[in-house]
């Protein structure tokens, strides 16, 4: 007998990064002190009223574009009506008739695409937190400007549907709409889930809330699902419910709140007219896309040859990959400059050398990144002396060539100075002179060693074996 | 048993969040009724193929630049709560009581 | 010292008279002398209205001063913020000298559902002044003022204007801005004015409209705003619809309206029969539309964040059903429980978007006849003012009053209502007021009507009784 499948969808909020908030102008920022954000209008004050910020318009339009979703041909609000204590005006300001986008998809990394039902504009609830009977209200996040993204339920397990938040987060992260940092709650994410029956018939569908990470989200649909599945093989029955994820136990319970099934009263939101969304307004949103993730990775696996790891990290923010493939352009070998961003400048940023920390911070261009990666491919510098090279470079903007020489990081590759080594190379280590006079070339490693031991790592190692051989074959008589 | 009537203005009640004292509930369901009975005369019009009119403003003014302006100071803002802690509103229990 | 004159004279009568009036909820005497003394000392008038004493209506928001919109729900509410029309007149030069009673939150036409004291008729204390902008009307009949901002939504200042004896006009939607005016219904609300004549109301529409970033629904209008002054009507196309003649059923108001007619015949105008076929559907969608709308805007009133709170049964939900239950009076109740019924899932569509649709075609129609006509005249109330108590239990007559104001609203356009002469009931003389609509965006040019009309027939100059008991 088959198991009755899970089936999964996702409600995703991504707050936009604009300075100011949907429908009036004050700013919006993580860590600001409690009501200290707020004005008239965000805090439904009596006569107040909704402006549209044009710039969340803009940043929503381009997360439904990376969608690929089909666009709505006038910008139309609605209010949706419920009472709760995050809710300033008694209704929150959403897209219902006309949702921005329709009909979009998202390629998950087994290439297999969901469906976006929807992507629409909706304003932020303040945040309320409960201890000691009481509950307690910051506005500071009311009317912060949100885009929904509601997928079709079509994941079938807790893996794809972590996947799916994972892409859909980095997709909304390349098309510029925000942070979408889920610890500092600009990235939230529900879930809904319900086991269809062998035959086909639909289960009774749970929403999860309060999930903080990708970990939660995978977590609690796994556990969720084995719930459901233990309820029905003991024949009870699954009620329609939300649940809430307690992390700590590791368990969905039920919301204490009992909820009537909610009447919205909609109602066209009358001090907001609608717009029209003109096709200019759509190009410009369309050409301020970068290339998208999911193109980006097929690009840098096949016709790059990256590593699929080092394609990750080079797709860990849109600045990485804007910074690749502006050092690429100038460099022979992609490969070597996605290694040396993932590993040596990596973390060189992560010591925070010189003070940097992020790309953005780097006094010098991937030009230049290219024109060192280039030195170490060549052998012109040693892999040490470039990486000296690098940090230099991190303190102040100068070329990497010029740095090679005025740090004295030059490869000797022959002459009398490669030759003076490898006769005290081969001075220090007389066993393996010896073992090297009587043929076994396995000691020409260990006499290379030596000779880039006192070459301070400057010798090239070709030609300095290619020197240790020759002394020696000088010295028969 | 409740009148059909009185049963419509309860919900009504419920989801405007307004508490009526038992003693107004019939009067304002038969003005709930009345009224509705008056209103019903729309009911004999045509409006197939008339699309709703829902604002009056069909040349509205632009949005707003996405420029930072001054909230207000959060003492102004919390001066007509009726309690506040910790630079918070603070209101009964949202979630119903013991937890 | 006129500015300072000019406030001390008012603060005299309202001394005089509110007592009687209840028109006023808020006065602010050392603000208003203070304002006045500074105006006097400025050796330029900043406009027409500089140093001019004014009123506002409950319901626009005057920061740091009590602003309830006669509410209980808002009782010692002081909004953090102003009115945009308030903060142009007052840099415009005018003196705001308080705030008036009114119908809580605009639910009423007779100034009796405020929930601090009913407002009486200047002209007969046992009778109504109209509503919701009782108080304006009220204050300006008995001079406190020579003007007030108000609001009109289905007739909130033109009918109070009418049955109170005064000019009051309501711009075409979208002239003037609605932030800081306490939301009724969003697409109807039109901030107005009442004064002593449509002379003083082309000044404050000059100061107080345009374009304001802070509310969406206002637009650019390029017109200049007021026509010049004319002698007579020739040339100018007066529809008048019989059906809404045949609503005034008492004969000498009747007789009154029709003489008021015979005037604009006499100063050179055309009257064209006009037919409006939806004209009569307007008092159900507006009291529809409008009630769903003002159910959505007051949800806001939960007192969590500013007004009263009642505890109720120390729940959230408990703590906002008590708290409106104490803060919404009775025809508030009504207007909020019909409204969310007819939101409610299942109705909406049979009762909201029905109503959206007809007034469609009210608008469609009404704004249509402006091919054949200048403006359409006819009666603003089908009566003159009704005693106090006559319909306070009887929502559906309350409703009726509307019947020649809501078409108007629902369709945005520019109203006036102008005093047309007055007709005696009981040995007192109760004014009637002829109500003069303009095509979309035709403020200027209604008003430009009204005027001449005003200049030739002086019924504005009429004085209430009451204020020639003041010596």
């Known amino acids: 007998m088959t198991r009755p499948e899970p089936v999964i969808g996702l409600e995703v909020h991504c707050q936009l990064g604009t300075l100011s908030k949907l429908f009036c102008g004050c700013a ?212 329609r419910e ?54 980006r990775r097929r690009r840098y696996r096949t016709e790059l040859r990256i590593d699929p790891e080092l394609t990750e990290v080079l797709l860990e923010s849109p600045a990485k990959a804007e910074f690749f493939d502006a050092a690429v352009r100038h460099a022979r070998d992609p490969r070597a400059i996605a290694s040396w961003m993932a590993n040596e400048l990596r973390s060189l940023l992560r010591e925070r050398a010189h003070g940097v920390a992020t790309l953005d911070e780097l006094p010098f261009k991937p030009f230049d990144f290219a024109e060192l990666v280039e030195l170490a491919s060549s052998g012109r510098a040693s892999r040490t002396a470039a990486r000296t090279i690098l940090r230099e470079m991190l303190r102040t903007p100068r070329a990497p060539r010029e740095l090679l020489r005025t740090l004295g990081l030059e490869r000797i590759e022959e002459g009398p100075e490669l030759d003076e080594l490898c006769r005290r190379a ?44 020759r002394l020696v074959q000088e010295e028969r008589p | 048993m409740p009148h059909p009537a009185e049963e419509r203005l309860l919900r009504a009640a419920e989801l405007a969040r307004i508490a009526l004292e038992p003693h107004e509930v019939p009067a304002l369901a038969r003005d709930l009724e009345r009224t509705l009975a008056a209103w019903a005369s729309l009911s004999a019009l045509d409006v197939e193929h008339v699309e709703p009119l829902w604002s009056l403003a069909e040349s509205p003014g632009p949005g707003r630049a996405d420029r930072v302006a001054p909230s207000l100071e959060r003492g102004e803002l919390l001066a007509g709560a009726a309690e506040v802690e910790d630079g918070m509103l603070r209101v009964p229990d949202a979630l119903g009581g013991a937890r | 010292m006129k500015a300072r004159a000019a406030v001390e004279s008012a603060l005299a009568r309202i001394e005089g008279l509110e007592g009687e009036l209840g028109a006023l909820l808020d006065v602010d005497e050392d603000g208003a002398r203070a304002r006045a003394d500074v105006l006097d000392r400025e050796s330029e008038p900043r406009s027409p209205l500089h140093g001019v004493p004014f009123l506002v209506k409950a319901n626009l928001c005057w920061r740091g001063r009590p602003t309830s919109a006669a509410s209980r729900a808002l009782e010692g509410y002081r909004p953090p913020y102003d009115a945009t029309v308030l903060a142009q007149l007052v840099a415009a030069g005018a003196n705001p000298l308080g705030s008036c009673n009114m119908d809580e939150f605009g639910f009423g036409s007779s100034g009796e559902h405020s929930s601090f004291g009913a407002t009486r008729n200047p002209w007969d204390l046992s009778r109504s002044p109209g509503g919701s902008s009782s108080g304006c009307a009220a204050a300006v009949a008995a001079g406190f003022a020579p003007f007030a901002l108000a609001s009109d939504t289905g007739g909130s200042v033109r009918q109070p204007a009418a049955l109170c004896g ?101 100063l050179g105008a055309e009257l064209i029969p006009i037919e409006l076929a939806f004209a009569r559907h307007a008092v159900a969608t507006y009291q529809l539309i409008s009630s769903c709308e003002a159910a959505s805007n007051l949800a806001r009133y939960d007192g969590l964040r500013y007004g009263p709170r009642e505890r109720g049964d120390a729940t959230l939900q408990g703590s906002i059903a008590a708290t409106r239950g104490a803060g919404l009076g009775r025809e508030a109740r009504r207007r909020v429980l019909l409204g969310t019924f007819a939101l409610s899932q299942g109705e909406r569509e049979a009762w909201l978007e029905r109503a959206a649709r007809v007034r469609r075609l009210v608008r469609d129609e009404l704004s249509a006849c402006f091919e054949r006509i200048d403006v359409l005249v006819g009666p603003t109330v089908p009566e003159p003012a009704f005693r106090l108590g006559e319909r306070l239990d009887d929502p559906l007559a309350m409703y009726a009053c509307d019947a020649l104001t809501a078409p108007a609203s629902l369709a945005g356009l520019p109203a006036a209502s102008v005093p047309c002469g007055s007709v005696e009931e009981d040995g007192v003389a109760l004014p009637l007021g002829l109500q003069l609509v303009g095509a979309p965006l035709a403020d200027a040019r209604v008003l430009a009507i009204a005027r001449c009309f005003q200049s030739a027939t002086a019924h504005h100059r009429a004085q209430p009784p009451l204020c020639g008991s003041l010596s």
């Not at chain 1, 002190?33 to 805090?43: D, G, N, Q, V, Y």
């Open chain 3, 166 to 266: 005064i000019s009051g006009f309501k711009p075409s939607y979208g002239r003037l801005s609605r932030h800081g005016l306490i939301a009724f219904a969003s697409s109807l609300d039109t901030v107005g004015v009442l004064a002593d004549s449509i002379e003083r109301i082309e000044q404050v529409l000059a100061i107080a409209s345009g374009l304001d970033p802070r509310d969406a629904t206002t637009r650019a209008l390029p017109e200049v705003f007021a026509e010049a002054p004319r002698e007579h009507l020739r040339g100018v196309r007066i529809g008048v619809d019989r059906h809404a003649l045949e609503l005034v059923t008492h004969s000498a108001s009747r007789a009154c309206v029709e003489s008021a007619l015979d005037a604009l015949r006499a």
């Open chain 1, 426 to 469: 081969l001075e220090a280590r007389p066993a393996a002179l010896a073992d090297l006079r009587a043929g076994k070339l396995r000691a020409l490693e260990a006499l290379l060693g030596a000779a880039l031991a006192l070459s301070g790592g400057r010798a090239h190692p070709d030609a300095a074996r290619a020197t240790l051989v």
């Open chain 1, 242 to 295: 939300t649940r809430l994820w307690d992390p700590e136990r590791g368990e969905t319970r039920a919301m204490r709140e009992k909820e009537s099934a909610a009447d919205y009263r909609w109602l066209p939101e009358p001090d907001l007219p609608e717009v029209a969304l003109d096709r200019a307004r759509i190009a410009r949103a369309a050409a301020a896309l970068p290339e998208l993730p999911m193109a």
């Open chain 1, 28 to 239: 919006h920022r993580f860590g600001a002190e409690p009501c200290t954000l707020a004005c008239e209008t965000c805090s439904g004050q009596p006569g107040a009223l909704p402006v549209l910020n044009e710039d969340a318009l803009d940043l929503a339009l381009r997360a439904a574009l990376a969608l690929g979703c089909e666009l709505v041909p006038r910008i139309a609000f609605d209010r949706k009506h419920y009472s709760y204590c995050d809710l300033p005006k008694g209704f929150q300001v959403t897209q219902a008739r006309m949702p921005l986008g329709t009909g979009g998809s998202i390629e998950l990394d087994s290439g297999c695409r969901v469906r976006i039902e929807r992507i629409h504009i909706e304003e932020d609830a303040a945040k309320s937190v409960h201890r000691a009977g009481a509950s307690f209200i910051d506005i500071n996040r009311a009317g912060v400007p949100l885009v929904e993204c509601v997928t079709a339920p079509e994941l079938g397990s807790a893996h794809d549907a972590r996947d799916c938040l994972v892409r859909l987060r980095e997709l909304l992260v390349f098309a510029g709409a925000g942070e979408c940092d889920m610890e500092r709650g600009s990235l939230r994410c529900d879930v809904n889930v319900s086991l269809r029956a062998p035959d086909g018939t639909a289960g009774a569908r749970v929403e999860i809330k309060n999930l903080n990470s990708f970990a939660h989200v995978h977590d609690a649909l796994a556990h969720e699902i084995a719930r459901q599945r233990g309820m029905l093989a003991s024949g009870a029955t699954i009620a």
